[in-house]
């Protein structure tokens, strides 16, 4: 299992922190060369100590050109996975263009950015790939204030599927997985009030928000070979939550 990744070069998005950050060092740990690109430098810094096999990249993926440049000087990447997001909570009343917009450039066209920069490397290598998109729960579901979060995490779902249909001919497969709530520093922000983690917790099976290994190890799935016939798939990591 420990070298299961070697030979292969693997990309995380928003690696500096929560879920993307437990990724990174769990892909290095099984033999990839990671690289960790995220925003602010002094997280990605301490990612660095603490996995010093990891190369840090920092980047702010709302700037298009920015972002392209750097991705394309880190090509070929065979394991992508966009994970970068942010959360914008409002209600339907309430919510602001200028939050509208800065979710979609990041949640939504950072995805179509980076994934075009990398499986257009490939293609033109003529190797295989294999691409994993963090959506949610809510882009299947509707919560409450959460208007533009879901509403990205539904584009990110379709996004998936039409990169699967064009991109599984030429040897790329895209999957997404949809976590119900993770206590990171994006999870404190819808979740932290008991008052509204009640109801949800209550809303799920299995009785308990999601942990960022069980995230981390769904997505090490979709990027191994052992899912090789398993393309187009948003798969729930949610203790039962979309079933329900
Ligand atoms: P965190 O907020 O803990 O981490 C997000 C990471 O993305 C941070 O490292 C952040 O950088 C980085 N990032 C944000 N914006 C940009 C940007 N413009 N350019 C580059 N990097 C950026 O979030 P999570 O780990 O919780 O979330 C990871 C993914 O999981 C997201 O796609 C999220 O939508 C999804 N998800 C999360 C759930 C949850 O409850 N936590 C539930 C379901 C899905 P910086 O270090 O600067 O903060």
Redo the contacts with the bound molecule.
Sequence with gaps: MSGQFSGRRALV??????????LSIKLAEMGAQVFA????K???DTLKAECPAITTVV?????WDQ?RQAVSALTPIHLLV??????SLDSVLEAKPEDFD?SF???VK?VMNVTQVVAGDLVARKQKGSIV??????GQRALKDHLI?CS??GA?DMMTKVMALELGPKGIRVNA???????????????SDPAKAGPMLARIPQGR??E?ED?VNSVVYLLSDQSDMVNGHLLP?DGGFLAA
């Design positions: 998005t928003g690696a500096g922190q929560g879920i993307g950050r437990a690109l995220s925003r602010t002094s997280h990605l980047v702010d993926l709302s700037n972002a966009n994970n970068a997001a942010m959360a800065a450039n990041i949640n950072s998109n963090v959506s949610s729960q809510a979060y990205t995490k990110v997985v949809s976590p119900t709530v993770v206590m990171t520093a994006m999870g404190k922000i819808g979740w928000f999601a960022v995230v990591i």
